[in-house]
């Protein structure tokens, strides 16, 4: 099965219903974009829930993958705090 979207010119795209569902994405999720060895690419869907997200790291990303997820949540709950 094969779902296509359109990348905006802000290049911002919308997730088509069955890829969400499959996925089990929803509203203030991550998405995590990861490159395998074979060169294609996986994505992950990182919850808004800290725990969640915390126990699914431990599961299925790579430290460097964890690091920078960790990274990204840090200054954009410092952003948070600056509005």
Same mark, same amino acid.
């Given at each position: 099965m094969?779902?296509?979207?359109l990348?905006t010119? /802000? ?5 088509p219903k069955r890829v969400?569902e &499959? *996925? ?6 991550r @998405?995590?974009?990861v490159?395998?060895d074979?060169?294609l ?6 919850? /808004?829930?800290?725990?969640?997200a915390l126990r699914l790291?431990?599961? &299925? *990303?790579?430290?460097?993958?964890l690091a920078k @997820?960790?990274?990204d949540?840090?200054r954009e709950?410092e ?5």
């Open positions: 094969a779902e296509t979207t990348i010119g /802000k290049y911002q795209i919308t997730l969400r &499959a *996925l089990g994405a929803g509203v203030g999720d @998405l995590t974009f490159k395998g074979d060169g690419w996986r994505i992950i869907v990182v919850p /808004k829930d800290p725990v969640k790291a431990g599961r &299925a *990303l790579a430290p460097a993958d @997820l960790h990274q949540y840090e709950s952003d948070a705090l600056r509005d």
